[in-house]
């Protein structure tokens, strides 16, 4: 063993993830998986084949970068789509292995036609609109130009898609700008329209807009957290709550990271423990050395606030997270053993760890807790 934790990826509750997804989203609407931030955390070379055996064909990235990792892991049959960087060479080898990718201004796009006329072969576009969310997207008085260059060079691109991103479709409190988001859009399609030029896939919504927004869902939609098994928000959760049979939680979590207990010692009442004098023991304390610390994800915003799973019940962090190890306080677990298994996120026995409980406390939402896991903890696939 020569790493200090590792994450445990479960394949059926992917399934079970992808599977209700799929119902929610119905037949005729392709899923592409999103799969930016190392698959969120979980690794692209995971996740790749595991939507594949589900029945995921289509994949979303944000850079060049992410894409060309993914070409290499995925059948011919699947498709990348490259959501945001990309520089001009990137175009070209875009252009040359049928990878899609988003046009959102007028430079990107002379440059994509200049270098597929040149190579005789016809670029996959998506063109993202600015409904409101003000990343990328041409604006409304770019629109008349764009359409009218499209016009003139069709015979250099496949009008894959039309789409938009939405400004926090997870919270309530953007109703009325997702809704105006919404009704932009759909405008900005029939323009389109109009001139005779139609997307072969319409769409806009990422997980929080699947699950709380029907009408976003249209020919394709873009599924990031909640494939991981993640609600994109507690209002979104709530959203679904009733809606569910039993009000059980659809979403399962594929990952659980564990460790081992490094070193068990005990430690005398009136002294302070690990650096400084955050923590002072008021009584005589048994305390156990994990080997995980801020240099593997775990925030240090969590010193004197976290929690592990040892021997079924939870255990507190105690004192500061250092780079590479943090202390808890064992002193309810008297047989504790060094080489004890510790979960840091996930169930061990009747007890369980939650991403969100685990963000919660370092003042991050799940998508950072996540995307912050290092790349070099093995990732492992279990049933
Ligand atoms: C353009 C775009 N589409 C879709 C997604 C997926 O979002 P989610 O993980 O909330 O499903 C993202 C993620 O941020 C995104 O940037």
């Known amino acids: 063993m020569f790493h200090t934790s590792h994450i445990e990826i479960s394949k059926s509750a992917y399934k079970k993830n992808i599977r209700y997804l799929k119902k929610l989203v119905g037949p005729d609407t392709v899923i592409s998986s999103v799969i930016k931030g190392n698959a969120y955390g979980h690794g692209i070379e995971n996740i790749v084949p595991l939507a594949e055996i589900s029945g995921i064909s289509h994949f979303s990235v944000f850079s060049a970068s992410e894409a060309l990792q993914a070409n290499s892991i995925k059948s011919a049959h699947s498709t990348l789509m490259i959501m945001g960087l990309l520089d001009d060479e990137e175009i070209e080898w875009a252009i040359k292995n049928d990878v899609e990718f988003f046009v959102f201004d007028m430079g990107r796009l002379h440059k994509t036609i200049e270098i597929a006329s040149k190579l005789k072969k016809k670029a996959h576009l998506h063109i993202e609109v600015e409904t409101g969310f003000h990343r990328t997207g041409f604006d409304s008085d770019e629109i008349p130009e764009l359409v009218q260059f499209l016009k003139k060079n069709q015979e250099h691109f496949y009008f894959e898609g039309l789409c938009t991103h939405y400004a926090g479709a997870e919270s309530i409190a953007n109703y009325v700008r997702i809704r105006e988001q919404i009704s932009l859009y759909r405008k900005y399609n029939r323009y389109f329209n109009r001139h005779n030029l139609i ?21 394709m939609v873009r599924i990031g957290i909640a494939q991981y098994g993640f609600w994109p928000s507690t209002e979104t959760q709530m959203f679904r709550f009733k809606k569910e049979p039993q009000n059980t939680n659809p979403l399962k979590r594929l990952i659980t990271w564990k460790t081992r207990v490094m070193v068990v010692k005990n430690v005398e009442a009136g002294q302070f423990i690990g650096y400084g004098s955050s923590f002072l023991a008021n009584k005589k304390m048994k305390i156990a050395i994990i080997p995980v610390g801020y240099s593997n994800g775990f925030s240090r915003s969590l010193s004197n606030m976290g929690r592990v799973l040892i021997r079924g019940k939870r255990v507190p962090v105690i004192g500061t997270v250092t780079m590479n190890t943090m202390t808890v306080n064992v002193s309810d677990i008297p047989n504790i053993e060094k080489g004890d298994e510790v979960v840091i996120i996930g169930k061990q026995k009747r007890m369980n760890i939650s991403v969100a409980s685990f963000s919660d406390l370092s003042s991050q939402v799940n998508y950072q807790t996540l995307t912050r896991l290092p790349a070099d903890i093995p990732r492992y696939i279990v049933k």
Do not use: F
């Not at 997307?199 to 020919?219: E, F, G, N, Q």
């Open 199 to 219: 997307p072969a896939r319409k769409h806009t919504a990422c997980s929080a807009a699947v699950l709380t927004y029907p009408t976003t869902i249209m020919d």
